[in-house]
């Protein structure tokens, strides 16, 4: 997918690992024109070579991207943002909702990361995976990865950026969740507030979301966008009808 027009371009991507013997495929956006290369959410540690590969084809790379917007705290968004910026040679200007703003920047720990979420995911770990590969997953949980946050951005606030880019708060998946709205594609980018499951396209997962009451209220938000795309960030594209299916997931 591509073309919003002559001035910018959009591009969903797609970046895949084994995780936790699994493969889980997530799907960052980039956006850019002739000024702009922004990057929505930085996928999972250790993947800044995936980003390499996955940009190439666009012509561009790590060093091109001037802003990186992440629309949550958890670590599958900020993952590779720490060693993005170190590998960049200007600074990338990164952007995130004021109430995530203290997660990302690791004053506070990411809101999923309990005790009880700890002992869980070690559970979890098949018995065939190496000691060395459990231990660093383990510390990946504890430690996570954190970036300053140079900019706050607000509901409704339009980023002047390749063509106009809309703030859209949509909480309850984490109470600072963000998605956007790029204004020339009719591109929703909904990060985490949607999901396509089987090419159906679905409301937020109510094993990852902290307040699915105030998540659903985000998806009525949602529904009033006159979007003709979406990109979920996992799941990937999802154009059939969008702004009715929105709707009736939302049973306006």
């Not at 005790?115 to 559970?123: K, N, R």
């Not at 954190?146 to 900019?151: A, C, H």
Request: aromatic share 4%; glycine share 6%; net charge negative.
């Amino acid at each position: 997918m591509n073309q919003a027009n002559r001035a910018s371009q959009i591009h969903m991507l797609d970046i895949s690992s084994i995780i936790m013997g699994k493969v889980d495929i997530i799907h960052p956006t980039i956006i850019h024109d002739d000024e702009q290369a922004i990057l929505i959410d930085a996928g999972y540690p250790g993947q800044i070579s995936k980003f390499t590969e996955v940009l190439e084809p666009y012509g561009l790379g790590i060093q091109d991207l001037t802003k990186v917007i992440l629309t949550h705290q958890d670590i599958d968004h900020i993952g590779s943002l720490p060693a993005m910026l170190e590998q960049s040679e200007h600074q990338i200007e990164v952007l995130a909702s004021a109430e995530e703003k203290s997660f990302i920047e690791g004053d506070e720990m990411i809101l999923k990361i309990t005790p009880e979420a700890l002992a869980a995911a070690e559970a979890m770990i098949p018995a065939n995976v190496p000691e060395q590969w459990k231990q660093a997953f383990l510390s990946t949980l504890k430690n996570p990865p954190k970036s300053p946050v140079n900019r706050v951005i607000h509901d409704g606030e339009v980023l002047p950026v390749c063509g106009g880019l809309e703030v859209i708060a949509t909480p309850g998946h984490t109470p600072g969740h963000i998605s956007l709205y790029h204004i020339p594609s009719k591109t929703l980018i909904a990060g985490d507030a949607l999901r396509v499951v089987d090419g159906r396209l679905c409301g937020p997962d109510p094993e990852q979301t902290l307040n699915m009451t105030q998540a659903m209220e985000s998806v009525k938000k949602l529904a009033s966008y006159d979007a003709q795309t979406v990109i979920c960030y996992h799941g990937g594209l999802f154009q059939d009808n969008v702004s009715q299916t929105i709707r009736e997931l939302a049973r306006i």
